[in-house]
């Protein structure tokens, strides 16, 4: 019953307020006294217990109510990334790497997911984007192209430092297709 009072004061107030702001001379109309600050402070007073009174009359939730709630939602999916199992075997580690780095259906699996990645981002045919891999000029990194294309070869830096760092040409060659597709699919700052 307070709130409603309080509301409907509130919005008379506001309309008074308002139809002064617009016509100025309704100012002299409706003559409001000049209110003493001590008439002030006693609203905002009333005004304060009252939101003490609600706050306390308030009832909150049980945390067992969230769960119990929670385990009716559905769960939430979220679409797999093109390349993200790429991903995940080079995440596991250079060793798990070499172990299936050799392996054909890794290299098939990444030159599918190029592909894709390059249909999806540039507009570009199947058999377009098969023949950039194929040709090496689907990317301006060297590496990466050396990856699918057998004429072009890493540069001189990337394979001293595969000797190196002990790394195999090969480990290095996907790590930079990752790379790219990344950057051709937007994750890092976008194709430029």
Do not use: C
């Not at 609600?54 to 769960?67: H, V």
């Not at 592909?115 to 023949?131: F, M, S």
Request: no cysteine; net charge negative.
């Amino acid at each position: 019953m307070l709130r409603r009072l309080l509301l409907a004061v509130g919005l008379v107030l506001a309309g008074v307020g308002f139809a002064v702001a617009v016509q100025p001379n309704l100012a002299q109309i409706v003559r409001l006294p000049p209110l003493p600050t001590f008439v002030v402070a006693v609203l905002a007073g009333v005004f304060a217990l009252a939101g003490a009174v609600a706050r306390r009359n308030t009832e909150f939730r049980d945390e067992t109510d969230d769960e119990d709630r929670n385990d009716a939602l559905e769960t939430r999916f979220e679409p797999p990334r093109p390349g993200e199992d790429i991903d995940a075997r080079l995440r596991e580690g250079a060793g798990t790497l070499r172990k299936g780095a050799d392996d054909a259906q890794f290299s098939d699996r990444l030159r599918d997911v190029t592909v894709q990645a390059l249909v999806d981002a540039r507009g570009l045919a199947p058999e377009a984007a098969e023949r950039q891999l194929d040709e090496g000029t689907w990317t301006d990194d060297r590496t990466a192209a050396a990856f699918f294309a057998d004429d072009v070869d890493s540069p001189t830096a990337d394979v001293v430092g595969a000797i190196v760092s002990a790394d195999p040409v090969y480990e290095r060659q996907a790590e930079h297709v990752v790379r790219e597709l990344r950057r051709i699919a937007g994750l890092q700052g976008g194709e430029h």
